[in-house]
């Protein structure tokens, strides 16, 4: 005969060994569903909040930091703003042409 310890021991494996392959078949599934795209397109750009890490105006060229998708990214960027653009300002990237990124300001969209 076998002990009832034995007996409670085998079965409590047995469902847990059942429950673990269950939630693993679960996660597998849901992971399928899942859509995985870290590339980055022009029109996802459009409208970002961007802080200007070097000052530019409508003469020359900057650069700007956004966070996207959780990642932060640092661009080359153009304005044709009249004022200059100083350094921690905020902008609001209006296009993306040609591999170029325009951005205004956005102390100008409040006006």
Excluded: Y
């Excluded at 429950?19 to 022009?42: H, M, Y």
């Excluded at 966070?67 to 960027?77: I, N």
């Excluded at 905020?90 to 325009?102: F, G, P």
């Amino acid at each position: 005969m076998t002990s009832p310890l034995l007996t409670v021991a085998l079965i409590a494996l047995g469902v847990g060994l059942v429950c673990g392959a269950i939630i693993v078949l679960l996660i597998q599934l849901w992971r399928r569903r899942e859509v995985v795209d870290s590339l980055v397109s022009p029109e996802q750009l459009v409208g970002m909040i961007g802080v200007v890490e070097v000052p530019f105006d409508r003469a020359s060229r900057g650069k700007i930091r956004i966070v996207f998708k959780g990642s932060t990214m640092e661009l080359s960027a153009f304005t044709d703003d009249i004022n200059p653009l100083s350094k921690g300002s905020r902008v609001l990237i209006t296009e993306v042409s040609k591999n170029r990124v325009w951005v205004t300001s956005t102390d100008m969209l409040k006006q």
